[in-house]
T-cell receptor, first 109, second 116 residues
Framework: GQNIDQPTEMTATEGAIVQINCTYQTSGFNGLFWYQQHAGEAPTFLSYNVLDGLEEKGRFSSFLSRSKGYSYLLLKELQMKDSASYLCAVMDSNYQLIWGAGTKLIIKP | GAVVSQHPSRVICKSGTSVKIECRSLDFQATTMFWYRQFPKKSLMLMATSNEGSKATYEQGVEKDKFLINHASLTLSTLTVTSAHPEDSSFYIC????????????FGPGTRLTVT
C-alpha cells in the first residue's frame, strides 16, 4: 500500500532550527510537496521537490532523496508564527496526492 | 480513522459537458468541507468552503455558477463543474473538518479532471 510517515508533533525553541522528516512508499513518484497549515486556515504551499537534493527558500529548505523515499523540511531561525502543522504529500504515478497526517510544530519562547 | 474519499479519481470529459465530483468523509461527520484546486507544481488554491445545510462560501475569483457545490449531509459534499472547458482541467482536492475536532482538515486523494 501507499504510505507517508511523519512525526505527529515536534517542539522547538524560538530562534532555533528544526527538521521535520517525511518518509514515503508510493506507487511511482511525481514529486513531493510540503504545506504549512495554521489552525483553522487552508494549507499553504511551501515547497515542491521532484529531483534529489536541497531546495532553499529563505528560512525554509526542503530535501529529497528518491532512492531512500525520504524528505525533510528544515526551518531556520524559528519564529512564533511558524507554529503550525506541516503536511508532506507525494504525487504518485497516477498523479494522485498521497498525504501524510501532518506534523504539529510547537514553538516555545 | 479520519478518512476522506473522492470519486472519481480521474475523469476525462468533452468540452461543454458537466462533471460531478463527490467528497465523502468515511468514518466521521464533517460540518465543513473545503474544495481546492491545484495546478501543476503549485499550491492548493482554496475554491470554496462548504458547510452542511447552507450555501457554500466561494473565494474571490471563483465563479459560483460554474462550480456548483452542494453539502447535503454531514458526510457528503459534491462539486459540479458545469459546462467544462479545457482551462478547467486541473486537480481538484477536497478536505473535511470534524464536528468534534479542532481545526484539523483531512484531505481526500484528489480528482484529476481533463477536459478535451
Amino acid at each position: 500500500g501507499q504510505n507517508i510517515d511523519q512525526p505527529t508533533e515536534m517542539t522547538a525553541t524560538e530562534g532555533a532550527i528544526v527538521q521535520i522528516n517525511c518518509t514515503y512508499q508510493t506507487s511511482g513518484f511525481n514529486g513531493l510537496f510540503w504545506y504549512q497549515q495554521h489552525a483553522g486556515e487552508a494549507p499553504t504551499f511551501l515547497s515542491y521537490n521532484v529531483l534529489d537534493g536541497l531546495e532553499e527558500k529563505g528560512r525554509f529548505s526542503s530535501f529529497l532523496s528518491r532512492s531512500k523515499g525520504y524528505s525533510y523540511l528544515l526551518l531556520k531561525e524559528l519564529q512564533m508564527k511558524d507554529s503550525a502543522s506541516y503536511l508532506c504529500a507525494v504525487m504518485d504515478s497516477n498523479y494522485q496526492l498521497i498525504w501524510g497526517a501532518g506534523t504539529k510544530l510547537i514553538i516555545k519562547p | 480513522g479520519a478518512v476522506v474519499s473522492q470519486h472519481p479519481s480521474r475523469v476525462i470529459c468533452k468540452s461543454g459537458t458537466s462533471v460531478k465530483i463527490e467528497c465523502r468523509s468515511l468514518d466521521f461527520q464533517a460540518t465543513t468541507m473545503f474544495w481546492y484546486r491545484q495546478f501543476p507544481k503549485k499550491s492548493l488554491m482554496l475554491m470554496a468552503t462548504s458547510n452542511e445545510g447552507s450555501k457554500a462560501t466561494y473565494e474571490q475569483g471563483v465563479e459560483k455558477d460554474k462550480f456548483l457545490i452542494n453539502h447535503a449531509s454531514l458526510t457528503l459534499s459534491t462539486l459540479t463543474v458545469t459546462s467544462a472547458h479545457p482551462e478547467d482541467s486541473s486537480f481538484y482536492i477536497c478536505s473535511a473538518r470534524m464536528i468534534a475536532g479542532v481545526n484539523e482538515q483531512y484531505f481526500g486523494p484528489g480528482t484529476r479532471l481533463t477536459v478535451t
